[in-house]
C-alpha cells in the first residue's frame, strides 16, 4: 500500500499495465488468433483439395482421364502446408494403403492423426477405384506462417517496451531520485538530526524551493530544540523529585498492601471480596478451603455462579437491586446463617457477615464466611442428644426430679408432673416449699439436705393420697455430678408408684397362706392312710388278730388307693397348671362307661346316703372320647357329692342326645348335703382351696378335685356348672360333646368269664428292689406265670442271652446299668427284640416319657403302681398276643 | 484329357504371361531397348528420355483388350491391379500419368504427334517412322 501511493508506482503504474496488456495482445492473443484462423483457412483447403483429389481419381478410373491426376499429385509433394496424403482403396471390403506422399506413411499414423482437426478426408466413388483420399495439414507451417505474420508486430513491441524503460529512468533520475533525498532529508528532520544542512543537487525548480524550505525548517528546529533542552533539564530535575516521593508512597502503598494480604490470606475464615456486579474480586485461601475453587478461578466470577446455591440466586439479585436503589441492605453488617456452594455442588451451612468498603467511587462488598457445618451437626447431634435424654427421663414410668445446691428444681420429668399435678414452669427454680403446702415437704426437704452433707439416706416409702385414692411410691435420693473439669451437682429424686407390686405382694403372701395350708392339708391326707397302712400292715403279723386279717388287708387297700388317687390328684394339678394336660381320646361304649361307674362308687357310699342314677339316651352308643379323664371328673364330683353329705340321696342324672355326627352328655351331679354358701361358690373351684379351712380338717381332701374337673372340661370344651344352696344340696352340670362312632360288633368278653391260666406265658421282670420283686411275685404266683427275677440290668442280658422269655418287663430307674441302656444292649443280641416284647415299667407316668420310652424300642409302657387287675389286663393282652402270633 | 488340362492351363496363364505388343514410339532415345526396359518404361519406372523428352505412355482404354495385354504383359497382373500400379506411382510422383485412347489408332496418332510418346500395338502394322528397335 505505501509502495502503490509512491509517485514511482502513481507515474509508472499505467505505463507498466500498458506494457503488460500489449505484451499479452501481441505476444498471445494476437497470434492465437491469427494461428486459429489460419488454422480454419487451412483446413478448408485441405479439404477442397482433397475433394479435388477424390474427384479425379475418380474420373481417372471412370472415364480413363488421368490428365489431371499427374499435375495434382505433383502438386502435393510440393506443398509445405502438408504433413502426407494417403491413398486408401478398398479391396475385397478392406481398405488397403495403396499410396502415400511422403511414402512410408503407416497406416497407424493415419489413424493416430484422426483426431487432428488438420486431418480431412474425401472419399472416392463412381470409378473402378472405391476409397479415400486422406489429407494431414502440417503443424510446423502453421507456427511457421503464424510467426511470420506477428513478426512486425513483436519488433513493434519490443520498440515501445525499449522505450517506456528509457522513459523510467529517465524520469527516476530527474524526479524520483530529488524527491526521494529530499524525503529522506525531511526524515532526518523528524528523527531530530539537525545536523546535516540540506544539500539536495538537482535542476528542478520546485525541488530546489523544497530543499530551501526544508533547511529553513532545519534552523527553525534548531533553535527551538536548544529552548527545549533547557527547559527539560529543569522538568527532569522536578520529575526525578516527584519521582522519589511516589516510589516511597507506592512502597509504603505495597506494604500496606502485603500487610492487607496477609491478614486476608492467614484469616480464619474465609474472605470473598465481590464488587457492584457480584464480580470476585478477591479470594483468600481460607475460601479455597472452604470452597473448593482456587483463587485464579474464582477471581472474576460472579457469586451467583461460583458460591451461592440456587435457591437463594434470586433473593441475592434482589438484595443487590435494592442496595444500589436505596443504598440499603439487611443482609449488610449483621452476622447471619445461610448456606453455600462447594464446587462439588453441595450445599453447606455458613455464618455470613458482609460489609461495605468504598474504593475511589466504586463500593465492594467485603464477605466474612465461616463453615459452621461440623458446629451445626455437633449443635444438633447435642440437640438430639439432649431431647433423647428427656424423652428417655420423661418416658420412664417413675418420678424424676434434679435440684440444685440451694434445693430448687433444675428438672422435673412429665410423669412426676403428672403425678404431682403441676406444671413445669411452676416448679423449675422453686424450693419444695415454693411449690407444695403439704405436711411432707419439710419433712422431705431435711431429707434432700442431708443428702447434700453427705449424709447416706436409704429409700423410703410414701403413700400419698389423692382424692381418696392412695399410692404407695418408694423414695430415694442420691447426688449425681455433670462434668469432668468443673463437676456440677444436683440432687437426684426418683420414685417410683409401687401400688400394683404392693397389690402383688399381699396377692402372694395370700397364695403362700394358701399353699402353706395346702401342704398342711396334704400332709395330713397323706399321713392319715400310711397310718392305717402301716398298722396294719404290722397287725397283719400278730397271730391273735387272724380273723380279722380280711378286713386289715380290705382297709390297706382302700387307703392306699386313697393314696394314689390323691397322688394323681396332685401330678394332675400340676399338669394342668403347666398346660401339659392331655387328652387321650379313643372308642368308648357309652352304656359299658355308665355300668362302671356304679361299681367304682360303692365303696364309697354311706349306708345313709342313697344313690340314683339316671341314664337316658345313653344305649348302644359309642363315642371317641377319653374315657379314664371323663371318669376322672365324675368320680371327683360324686366323690365330693358323697363326702359332704351325711344323708339323704346322690343322685347322677346322665342326658344323651344324638346330634348329627355327634353325641352331646348332659352330666349332673347332685346332693343334698351341707350345700355352699354364696361367698364359698368362687373358692371352691380354686386350687387347695375348699369352702374353708374347717371343712377340710372335717371331712379331709386336699381340695384340688374340683380345681383338675374344671381344667378337664376346659379340655373338653365344657365347663362346671354349681348351684347350691347353704344346707340344702349342691349341684354340678357340665355337657360335652363326642364325636360318634359307628357301632361295631364287639368281642365278647372272655377275660371275666373263667379265671386265665399264664402257665404258658414266661416272664422276665427286672427289677433291683427287693420289695417290688416280691409284690410281682405274689401277684404272679396265683396265675402261675413263669416268672424270672434279675436285679439288674446287666443281670436281665445275660439271662436274654441263656434262654428265650415271652415277654420282659424292665424297670427303667436302676443303679449301675439303668432300663434305657439295657434296652441298648438288648437291641444288639441277634433276633432278640423282634420275638421279644420289652415293655417299660417305670413310676415316671408322664406322657412325654411315654413316648420317649417308645421311641427307644420299648414295646410298651406299664405304669407304677402296678395292680393286680392291671397286671392280669396286661398278661391277658399280651397272652391274646401270643395266640395270634402263634396262629 | 491330359492335353486338354495343359491347354487349359496355358489358356489361363495366357492373360498372365501375355505377349509383349509391338512398341511404337516417337523420338526416343535410347537405341534398341530390351523386353524388359520396356517393361520398366511401362510400368511408369522411367519418366524422362535420355534426350529429355519426358516419357509418356500411351495405353488403350482400360476396358480394352490391349490394356490387359499390356498388363499381363508389364506387370503380369490383370488390368485393374495394372491401373492401380499406376495410380499409386502417380499419386506418389514418381510418374506421369499414362494416356489412355480408344484405340490403336489413335494411340499411333497419339504417338505420332508427341515426342517421348511409347506404345504397344497388337493389332496394326507399326509405321516404320515410329518403329522401336529391339535387340
Known amino acids: 500500500m505505501k509502495f502503490l501511493n509512491s509517485i514511482i508506482a502513481r507515474i509508472w503504474g499505467p505505463f507498466g499495465l500498458m506494457a503488460v496488456s500489449l505484451l499479452l495482445l501481441v505476444g498471445i492473443y494476437i497470434p492465437n488468433q491469427q494461428k486459429g484462423t489460419l488454422r480454419e483457412f487451412q483446413s478448408a483447403e485441405l479439404k477442397e483439395l482433397v475433394k479435388s483429389m477424390a474427384i479425379n481419381i475418380s474420373v481417372a478410373g471412370k472415364y480413363d482421364d488421368w490428365t489431371r491426376l499427374t499435375e495434382i499429385f505433383a502438386d502435393i509433394s510440393e506443398r509445405p502446408s502438408l504433413e502426407f496424403a494417403v491413398l486408401l482403396l478398398e479391396f475385397n471390403g478392406k481398405e488397403t494403403l495403396v499410396a502415400s506422399n511422403p511414402p512410408?506413411?503407416?497406416?497407424?499414423?493415419?489413424?493416430?492423426?484422426?483426431?487432428?482437426?488438420?486431418?480431412v478426408e474425401a472419399p472416392i466413388e463412381g470409378g473402378i477405384f472405391q476409397g479415400k483420399v486422406v489429407i494431414l495439414g502440417s503443424e510446423?507451417?502453421?507456427?511457421?506462417?503464424t510467426a511470420r505474420l506477428n513478426f512486425p508486430l513483436v519488433v513493434a513491441m519490443a520498440l515501445v517496451i525499449t522505450a517506456v524503460i528509457l522513459l523510467y529512468f529517465f524520469f527516476l533520475r530527474g524526479v524520483a531520485l530529488p524527491l526521494q533525498a529530499v524525503r529522506g532529508a525531511?526524515?532526518?528532520?523528524?528523527?531530530?538530526?539537525?545536523?546535516?544542512?540540506?544539500?539536495?543537487?538537482?535542476n528542478i525548480r520546485e525541488l530546489k524551493s523544497m530543499n530551501m524550505a526544508l533547511d529553513g525548517l532545519r534552523n527553525g528546529l534548531l533553535e527551538q530544540r536548544n529552548t527545549n533542552l533547557a527547559l527539560t533539564k529543569g522538568m527532569e530535575n522536578e520529575i526525578q523529585r516527584q519521582t522519589k516521593d511516589l516510589r516511597k508512597t507506592l512502597d509504603e502503598l505495597q506494604d500496606s498492601r502485603n500487610l492487607f494480604g496477609n491478614i486476608i490470606e492467614s484469616a480464619l475464615d474465609a474472605m470473598v471480596i465481590a464488587d457492584g456486579q457480584s464480580r470476585i474480586v478477591e479470594w483468600n485461601r481460607k475460601a479455597e478451603q472452604i470452597f473448593g475453587w482456587s483463587r485464579e478461578e474464582a477471581l472474576g466470577q460472579k457469586l451467583t455462579k461460583l458460591i451461592i446455591p440456587q435457591i437463594h440466586r434470586d433473593n441475592h439479585d434482589k438484595g443487590m437491586s435494592n442496595y444500589h436503589a436505596t443504598g440499603q441492605g439487611p443482609a449488610l453488617n449483621n452476622l447471619f446463617e445461610t448456606q453455600a456452594l462447594r464446587r462439588d455442588g453441595t450445599t453447606f451451612d455458613i455464618e455470613l457477615y458482609i460489609t461495605t468498603v468504598k474504593i475511589g467511587k466504586e463500593e465492594v462488598f467485603s464477605s466474612f464466611i465461616r463453615d459452621i457445618t461440623a458446629a451445626k451437626q455437633m449443635s444438633q447431634d447435642l440437640e438430639r442428644q439432649r431431647e433423647l435424654n428427656s424423652a428417655l427421663l420423661n418416658g420412664l414410668p417413675m418420678l424424676i426430679t434434679?435440684?440444685?445446691?440451694?434445693?430448687?428444681?433444675?428438672?422435673?420429668?412429665?410423669?412426676?408432673?403428672?403425678?404431682?399435678k403441676q406444671d413445669r414452669s411452676d416448679m423449675i427454680g422453686k424450693r419444695e416449699n415454693e411449690v407444695f403446702d403439704t405436711d411432707w415437704v419439710e419433712d422431705s426437704m431435711k431429707r434432700d439436705r442431708a443428702v447434700w452433707n453427705g449424709e447416706t439416706d436409704s429409700a423410703e416409702e410414701k403413700t400419698l393420697t389423692r382424692g381418696g385414692v392412695s399410692s404407695h411410691f418408694l423414695i430415694g435420693r442420691y447426688l449425681i455430678s455433670v462434668g469432668k473439669e468443673n463437676p456440677t451437682s444436683y440432687l437426684l429424686t426418683y420414685g417410683f408408684d409401687i401400688s400394683t407390686l404392693k397389690a402383688?405382694?399381699?396377692?402372694?403372701?395370700?397364695?403362700?397362706?394358701?399353699k402353706n395350708e395346702f401342704l398342711a392339708t396334704v400332709s395330713h391326707e397323706i399321713r392319715t392312710p400310711l397310718h392305717s397302712i402301716i398298722v396294719l400292715s404290722e397287725l397283719l403279723n400278730q397271730h391273735d388278730r387272724i380273723d380279722e386279717r380280711d378286713e386289715f388287708s380290705q382297709n390297706i387297700r382302700s387307703s392306699s388307693r386313697h393314696l394314689l388317687n390323691m397322688v394323681n390328684d396332685i401330678l394332675d394339678f400340676s399338669k394342668a397348671s403347666a398346660q401339659r394336660l392331655e387328652l387321650a381320646p379313643a372308642d368308648m361304649d357309652v352304656t359299658e362307661f355308665t355300668d362302671g361307674l356304679i361299681r367304682v362308687d360303692k365303696d364309697q357310699r354311706s349306708s345313709e346316703v342313697s344313690f340314683i342314677k339316671d341314664i337316658q339316651g345313653c344305649e348302644g352308643v359309642t363315642v371317641h372320647a377319653d374315657q379314664t379323664r371323663l371318669n376322672q371328673v365324675l368320680q371327683n364330683l360324686l366323690s365330693n357329692a358323697f363326702k359332704f353329705t351325711e344323708k339323704g340321696e346322690v343322685k347322677l342324672q346322665i342326658i344323651g342326645v344324638r346330634k348329627n355326627d355327634t353325641f352331646s352328655m348332659k352330666f349332673a351331679v347332685s346332693d343334698t348335703g351341707i350345700g355352699i354358701s354364696n361367698e364359698n361358690k368362687k373358692k371352691v373351684l380354686n386350687a387347695f382351696e375348699q369352702g374353708n379351712s374347717g371343712i377340710a380338717r372335717k371331712f379331709g381332701g386336699t381340695g384340688l378335685g374340683l380345681g383338675i374337673v374344671s381344667?378337664?372340661?376346659?379340655?373338653?370344651?365344657?365347663?362346671?356348672?354349681?348351684?347350691?344352696?347353704?344346707?340344702?344340696g349342691t349341684t354340678f352340670r357340665f355337657e360335652v360333646s363326642f364325636p360318634l362312632i359307628k357301632q361295631q360288633a364287639s368281642a365278647s368278653p372272655t377275660a371275666h368269664t373263667a379265671p386265665p391260666t399264664f402257665q404258658s406265658i414266661k416272664m422276665l421282670y427286672v427289677e433291683d428292689m427287693h420289695p417290688n420283686q416280691m409284690v410281682m411275685k405274689a401277684m404272679c404266683k396265683p396265675w402261675n406265670v413263669d416268672l424270672t427275677i434279675a436285679s439288674s440290668g446287666?443281670?436281665?442280658?445275660?439271662?436274654?442271652?441263656?434262654?428265650?422269655?415271652?415277654?420282659?418287663?424292665?424297670?427303667?430307674?436302676?443303679?449301675?446299668?439303668?432300663?434305657?441302656?439295657?434296652?441298648?444292649?438288648?437291641?444288639?443280641i441277634d433276633n432278640f427284640m423282634d420275638n421279644t416284647p420289652v415293655h417299660a415299667f417305670t413310676a415316671h407316668a408322664e406322657s412325654e416319657d411315654y413316648e420317649r420310652f417308645l421311641n427307644l424300642g420299648f414295646s410298651g409302657v406299664l405304669t407304677k403302681p402296678l395292680t393286680p387287675d392291671q397286671l392280669r389286663e396286661f398278661l391277658l393282652t399280651h397272652l391274646k398276643h401270643e395266640h395270634s402270633d402263634r396262629h | 484329357m491330359r492335353c486338354f488340362i495343359i491347354l487349359l492351363a496355358l489358356g489361363w496363364n495366357g492373360a498372365l504371361f501375355a505377349q509383349m505388343g509391338t512398341p511404337v514410339g516417337n523420338d526416343l532415345d535410347p537405341g534398341p531397348l530390351t523386353e524388359t526396359e520396356l517393361k520398366e518404361i511401362f510400368l511408369g519406372n522411367k519418366s524422362i528420355w535420355d534426350n529429355n523428352n519426358p516419357v509418356t505412355v500411351v495405353l488403350t482404354s482400360s476396358d480394352s483388350e490391349g490394356f490387359a495385354k499390356v498388363a499381363g504383359w508389364a506387370l503380369e497382373a490383370g488390368a485393374f491391379e495394372f491401373q492401380k500400379h499406376w495410380l499409386s506411382i502417380v499419386f506418389q510422383g514418381r510418374a506421369n500419368a499414362p494416356v489412355f485412347l480408344n484405340s490403336e489408332e489413335e494411340v499411333l496418332a497419339y504417338i505420332r504427334g508427341h515426342k517421348g510418346a511409347i506404345g504397344l500395338l497388337y493389332t496394326l502394322p507399326v509405321p516404320p517412322e515410329l518403329t522401336v528397335e529391339t535387340p
Request: proline share 2%; net charge negative.
Open chain 1, 711 to 728: 381344667k378337664l372340661l376346659q379340655l373338653m370344651d365344657s365347663e362346671l356348672v354349681l348351684e347350691s344352696q347353704l344346707n340344702e
Open chain 1, 504 to 514: 402383688v405382694q399381699k396377692e402372694l403372701e395370700s397364695a403362700l397362706s394358701t
Open chain 1, 186 to 202: 525531511a526524515e532526518r528532520i523528524r528523527e531530530g538530526d539537525l545536523s546535516k544542512p540540506m544539500d539536495i543537487d538537482t
Open chain 1, 402 to 420: 434434679l435440684k440444685d445446691e440451694d434445693l430448687r428444681y433444675t428438672f422435673v420429668n412429665d410423669s412426676a408432673l403428672k403425678e404431682l
Open chain 1, 104 to 119: 512410408n506413411v503407416s497406416m497407424e499414423a493415419v489413424n493416430n492423426a484422426r483426431s487432428n482437426d488438420l486431418f
Open chain 1, 794 to 828: 446287666q443281670e436281665a442280658i445275660e439271662r436274654c442271652k441263656q434262654e428265650s422269655f415271652d415277654v420282659v418287663l424292665l424297670d427303667i430307674q436302676m443303679p449301675e446299668m439303668d432300663g434305657i441302656e439295657a434296652i441298648k444292649v438288648l437291641q444288639t
Open chain 1, 140 to 145: 510446423a507451417f502453421l507456427s511457421s506462417e
